[in-house]
């Protein structure tokens, strides 16, 4: 497991996400995850999303300048072993968080790994991303992706592609590899046809599949944050991608199999070192 030798300063990570006021996914699941992992989380919000266990019910974005200035101030002087993007809100968003990573050497050519967690609804069905956002987060965020990981809306989404069984899954994969991110992770946990959770790998050559029991509960909110959160942990402790997403995918597997009821809703997912 990627944590820090005992005495050794924790390295900082970052999240580029939106807050959820109910605790459960977003920056407040990434911060969970980071801390378990031994890491440094450093944050820059992008939203304001008002939510509790039923849903969200608003949200309030923070400007364009102020998110790329929190990825340069934390960038220039913490330093950063890793970068996340979660909700991203809008179109001007992604294009100040790219035009930014750029700069500070964040993504998949430069020192910095980014994982890309192409959030676009919640999983009660809020939007969380502009319709008309979607242009840029493929044209200007997927090519400095280390890796994209979506679930399976968001591959509809992205791609137009309707998975339904491994090989339109094989088929998302090749599509969205070919948006720009050195991997594609094609997150296969709503299959609801499968009694597992089989995601699948690419990055432009090599299929790698990776399958973890279902874990069958309603209490799965931030269960996509976690993952991601999970692979930029293992990506900063210098984890190759697929050895992160193995090791991410137990983890979240973990959390779900330990999710707790809160509220009317659905639970977080409950990540225990
Ligand atoms: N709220 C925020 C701020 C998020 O970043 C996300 C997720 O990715 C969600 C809500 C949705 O999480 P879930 O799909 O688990 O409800």
């Given at each position: 497991l990627p944590v820090a030798p005992e005495g050794t300063t924790p390295v900082g990570v970052m999240t580029v996400a939106g807050s959820d006021s109910g605790g459960g996914a977003g920056i407040q699941a990434d911060l969970r995850t980071f801390a378990l992992l031994g890491l440094h989380g450093c944050v820059a919000v992008t939203a304001v999303t008002v939510q509790n266990s039923l849903g969200v019910s608003g949200f309030q974005e923070i400007e364009p300048d102020t998110v790329a200035a929190q990825i340069r101030c934390v960038a220039d002087d913490i330093g950063i072993g890793a970068v996340k993007t979660g909700m991203l809100a809008s179109a001007p968003i992604i294009d100040a968080v790219a035009a930014q990573c750029r700069a500070s050497g964040?993504?998949?050519?430069?020192?910095v790994p980014l994982v890309v967690?192409?959030?676009?609804?919640?999983?009660?069905?809020?939007?969380?991303?502009?319709?008309?956002?979607l242009d840029t987060l493929r044209d200007n965020l997927f090519p400095l992706a280390t890796v994209v990981s979506p679930n399976l809306d968001e591959v509809r989404l992205i791609t137009g592609i309707d998975v339904v069984d491994a090989a339109t899954q094989r088929d998302a994969a090749k599509a969205l590899h070919d948006l720009g991110p050195s991997w594609a992770l094609v997150k296969?946990?709503?299959?609801?046809?499968?009694?597992e959770s089989p995601d699948l790998l690419y990055d432009g050559s090599e299929f790698v599949e990776l399958t973890h029991e279902r874990?069958?509960?309603?209490?799965?909110?931030?269960a996509g944050d976690t993952l991601a959160a999970a692979i930029t942990c293992a990506l900063a402790h210098g984890y190759t991608v697929p050895d992160a997403v193995a090791f991410a995918k137990a983890w979240v597997t973990r959390g779900l199999a330990a999710a707790y009821p809160l509220g009317a809703g659905h639970g977080p997912v409950n990540p225990l070192w």
């Open positions: 964040i993504g998949r050519d430069a020192a967690d192409p959030v676009c609804a919640s999983m009660h069905g809020n939007q969380l991303l502009a319709d008309s956002a296969g946990g709503h299959l609801r046809s499968s009694d874990i069958d509960t309603p209490h799965d909110h931030g």
